[in-house]
């Protein structure tokens, strides 16, 4: 019979015998090499996905609290809008300011029809500004074309804040407020009109200026 090989030796498990009390023989294998890293992968795994369900938790966690704080802001901005809607027997219309900023040179224009000159009406400037806005006031031009195409210009320049540095305006981080461009006013004739406003502050880029509109509503 073969001798087996040192090497076979040691590929093969180690096999005790004991007897137990009983008599039986118990068969106890002396775990291998492979054995013993299996069973360190396995409990690396474990340990790797109780790691990950609780920084999975703990991301979820954060994801709710971060949406909560990005959507508290708009929610409040929509409510003011919703308040301060438009309602209007002729015209009401906003434009949105790119990036909040009205800059120097760009004049926003509305148009409209007045179907009925008779009626005495209200022309409002809507200016919404944010917390970024830098100045208590504003300054800035109206222009107005009449359906012959006659132009009437103006200036105006309203405060925005109180002496106190409160807002003047409508809202909680966004403030709308109802600049009076005409009051008890009747068109000479019915037609289409354009009105057009470009501020004149001493800034290129004035901050703060989320959008412009014009609302036109009879004061019967």
Same mark, same amino acid.
């Given at each position: =019979? ?19 009390? !009983? ?20 409990l690396n795994q474990k340990q790797q996905m109780r790691r990950a369900t ?56 509305? !148009? ?32 107005? =074309? ?45 037609? =289409? ?7 004149? =502050? ?19």
């Amino acid at each position: =019979m073969p001798i087996p090989s040192n090497n076979s030796l040691r590929k093969k498990r180690k096999t005790f015998l004991r007897k137990a009390s !009983t008599g039986l023989t118990i068969v106890v294998t002396e775990p291998t090499k492979r054995d013993l890293t299996k069973s360190v992968e396995s409990l690396n795994q474990k340990q790797q996905m109780r790691r990950a369900t609780t920084k999975g938790e703990a991301m979820k966690k954060e994801t709710t609290k971060s949406l909560r704080r990005k959507f508290k802001a708009p929610i409040a901005t929509l409510f003011i809008y919703l308040l301060s809607a438009c309602s209007t027997d002729y015209y009401c219309k906003y434009i949105e300011l790119p990036d909040s900023i009205w800059r120097i040179g760009k004049a926003y224009e509305f !148009t409209f029809d007045v179907p009925d000159n008779s009626v005495v009406t209200d022309v409002t400037f809507k200016l919404r500004c944010n917390s970024y806005y830098p100045y208590s006031g504003i300054v800035f031009k109206v222009e107005k =074309m009449d359906p012959q195409g006659n132009i009437s210009r103006d200036t105006i320049s309203y405060a925005l804040r109180d002496s106190l540095g409160k807002w003047k305006g409508k809202g909680i981080s966004t403030y709308e407020h109802d600049i009076p461009i005409e009051r008890n006013f009747h068109f000479k004739q019915s037609g =289409m009109y354009t009105y057009s406003f470009e501020q004149i =502050m001493d800034d290129t880029k004035l901050k703060g200026v989320q959008d412009v509109g014009l609302q036109v509503q009879s004061n019967n």
